[in-house]
């Protein structure tokens, strides 16, 4: 007969200190749940204890948990017992059905289904932007929900510049919205990433105009935006204004920014080139994957929130 896998366990930065914590991830079979398991383990998040949950179709569906394997187990409200963190990377019924759960025992909730936005307490996280414009997000004892912030918000909001105005390209297969049954509609993701940019940068930041476009990829987002400036600057110059933290300049035509290039980074990847037509436009082409940094955004989120529970729940 053989032996049940081993739950995952985590090897901690003896940097953070001896405090350790439990989490679950809920919707851990989806490809958000995956990406957020794999940076818990990327960034040595303090965990002694995983658990991997997600929908009936799922369980017992073995994953890989940094060296170790465990398996998926059902969404219970007893799973949730002395939970320091629970990441909801399921889709929103799951989130709105199981989140007060956590809250009732006491765990933190970082929300990347969105299903939790308007909820009283809620706050869009983007520790990026949050680091970029040096803002300092209070400690509280018990937080609200944490809704990560949409990827593509991040990505619009990490550098701020006095003007711009978003364009998409758009082929014979590419599409500016879905059927009428499909949920969320384009215009629902388009409404809630220029919510979530408002959110992080503030009402006094310019509003770009936003057209969202389906492409026939796997994942991924790519973004084509046109910047005018007062005056006209080297492209170099704009160029190196715009690196920073998380972004990577590209030059050459094989690194130019890609949703394959991007695959599996946690940088944004963008060029710049002048308007033919315009010498103070300027074309800005990034790229970014969408599931890295939400799952980015999310563990850091979780990471700003260990104060919260400075000797968690392990007895």
Not at 48 to 56: A, C, P, Q, T
Not at 145 to 166: E, G, M, N, S, W
Not at 175 to 188: C, D, F, I, K, M
Not at 263 to 281: H, K, S, Y
Request: charged share 20%; net charge negative.
């Amino acid at each position: 007969m053989s032996t049940p896998p081993k739950p995952a366990s985590f090897q901690t930065d003896p940097s953070r200190g001896a405090n350790l914590y439990r989490v679950a991830i809920v919707g851990a079979a989806s490809l958000k749940g995956k990406e957020v398991a794999e940076m818990l383990n990327d960034r040595n998040f303090p965990a002694i204890d995983v658990k991997l949950l997600d929908d009936d179709e799922s369980l017992g569906q073995l994953e890989t948990m940094g060296d170790e394997v465990t398996f998926i187990q059902s969404v219970r409200a007893e799973q949730f017992d002395r939970i320091d963190f629970a990441f909801f990377a399921s889709d929103q019924e799951c989130t709105r059905k199981n989140w007060t759960a956590v809250r009732r025992a006491g765990g933190a909730i970082i929300d990347l289904s969105y299903a939790l936005e308007d909820e009283p307490g809620a706050a869009v996280r983007s520790p990026w932007i949050e680091r970029e414009l040096g803002k300092t997000v209070p400690v509280e004892l018990q937080p609200g929900p944490a809704v990560t912030a949409h990827p593509a918000a991040t990505v619009l909001a990490i550098q701020q510049l006095p003007k711009a105005v978003f364009d998409a390209q758009v082929a014979f297969n590419m599409v500016t919205r879905y059927g009428e049954q499909s949920a969320p509609s384009l215009e629902n993701i388009e409404r809630r990433v220029l919510k979530h940019y408002e959110l992080l940068v503030g009402e006094q930041a310019p509003k770009p105009s936003l057209l969202l476009v389906q492409a026939p990829i796997f994942h991924g987002h790519a973004f084509s935006m046109y910047v005018e400036l007062e005056q006209s600057v080297a492209v170099g110059d704009l160029a190196q204004a715009l690196a920073g933290e998380h972004i990577t300049i590209t030059r050459g035509a094989e690194e130019a920014p890609s949703n394959v290039n991007a695959a599996g980074q946690g940088e944004i990847l963008l060029t710049v080139t002048r308007d033919a037509n315009n010498e103070n436009g300027y074309w800005l082409w990034a790229a970014s994957d969408n599931l890295r940094i939400a799952a980015a955004t999310a563990v850091e989120s979780a990471e700003t929130m260990v104060a919260t529970r400075p000797r968690g729940k392990i007895q």
